[in-house]
């Protein structure tokens, strides 16, 4: 079955340092990959997604790649501030008929101090 | 207007009792999802309705019965509660065309067993 697998947090940056948070995914098929972030107390928002091989994902000065070769989507900030802190979720849906679900990763929590 | 709306926010009861959460959603979309987040923030996927059909029922306990009045709605009830369903529930939909990747989550039902 489907799988994502995200490094393991938590991950403590200062503010404007780079983030990377990897993911690399098990999936039969092209599925697309998604970045979820979840702030404190409240429900997931989508951060970005590609659909497809080699797009890129952005949002926000995040941003994302699929790339089928080495079954990866890793998320990047060229230089984070203190609200990003949150948790972030890799997640991926099956391509075709069958995508009624979200597979998600584990989730990586983010802190970043002034 | 919040687009995904769930009642109760925090929900504390004892075990054996039976409870519900609700859900709707104002967005005009036809899938509506429920996923539970454990205490470690893994989130899984507990059933998917597409247009009030039953879509996804991925191995959930029988005391767990969701009900669709109509496509803004998905409701869950909890029969027989015990100190392992613990845990966020939290409530999505998105259009099929779209698929699941950009569901928007309501804010999440805090359920407590004691």
């Known amino acids: 079955g489907n799988s994502v697998t995200q490094m393991e947090g938590p991950v403590t940056l200062s503010e404007e340092a780079f983030l990377t948070i990897n993911c690399t995914y098990t999936?039969?098929?092209?599925?697309?990959l998604f970045w979820y972030v979840q702030y404190p107390g409240e429900g997931l928002q989508l951060l970005l997604k590609?659909?497809?091989?080699?797009d890129k994902g952005s949002n926000k000065g995040f941003e994302a790649t699929y790339r089928k070769e080495t079954t990866s989507f890793h998320l990047e900030k060229g230089s984070v501030q203190v609200s990003d802190s949150a948790v972030y979720f890799c997640?991926?849906?099956?391509?075709?008929?069958?995508?009624?679900?979200?597979?998600f990763g584990k989730g990586t929590l983010l802190t970043v101090n002034p | 207007d919040t687009a995904v709306s769930q009642t109760p926010k925090y929900l504390v009861t004892q075990m054996g009792n039976d409870k519900s959460i609700k859900c709707e959603q104002n967005?005009?979309?036809?899938?509506m999802y429920w996923y539970k987040q454990d205490s470690k923030k893994f989130l899984k996927i507990m059933f998917s309705?597409?247009?009030?059909?039953?879509?996804i029922n991925e191995t959930v306990p029988n005391r767990f019965s969701p009900k669709s009045p109509d496509k803004a709605h998905l409701n869950l009830h909890i029969n027989s509660l015990e100190l392992g369903d613990s845990a966020v529930y939290f409530c999505?939909?998105?259009?099929?065309?779209?698929?699941?990747?950009?569901?928007?989550f309501g804010q999440g039902t805090r359920l407590t067993v004691v």
């Open positions: 999505a939909s998105s259009l099929q065309g779209v698929g699941p990747g950009s569901a928007f």
């Open positions: 999936a039969t098929g092209y599925p697309s």
């Open positions: 590609a659909t497809k091989a080699d």
């Open positions: 997640a991926l849906a099956d391509s075709g008929g069958s995508n009624y679900k979200l597979t």
């Open positions: 967005l005009g979309h036809d899938t």
């Open positions: 309705y597409n247009n009030k059909e039953l879509i």
